[in-house]
């Protein structure tokens, strides 16, 4: 059972950076791709961008695509999300997953954080 928390949500300017960690509890974390996805109510939960296991590859939808970044690092046990040039379209809950591959929707991932808000103010 892995155990994911995110953090570093918040409130921010249009334009601004915002950078989201995610911290598992597993000690294999390196056997799991991760991800992160975001949220909005009434909307399904969109896939933000993907890394692999070891880091080599890392995958984004096309709406972030430039603008953030996914790193991680097996040692910490951790994933991060930076994001830069935030537009108001990027509201949402974001979240972290941990799954077997690098997929595109939620149904790749086992494991979820329980979320963290990020607004952005226009």
């Known amino acids: 059972q892995v155990q994911l928390v995110e953090s570093g949500g918040g409130l921010v300017q249009a334009g601004g950076s915002l950078r989201l960690s995610c911290a598992a509890s597993?000690?294999?974390?390196?056997?799991?791709?991760m991800a992160w996805f975001r949220q909005v109510p009434g909307k399904e939960r969109e896939f933000v961008g993907s890394i692999s296991q070891m880091g080599a590859t890392t995958r984004y939808a096309d709406s972030v695509e430039g603008r953030f970044t996914i790193s991680r690092d097996n040692a910490k046990k951790t994933v991060d999300l930076r994001m830069n040039s935030l537009k108001p379209e990027d509201t949402a809950v974001y979240y972290c997953a941990a799954g077997s591959s690098m997929g595109w929707t939620p149904l790749s991932y086992a494991y979820w954080g329980q979320g963290t808000q990020v607004t952005v103010s226009s």
């Open positions: 597993e000690r294999t974390f390196s056997l799991y791709a």
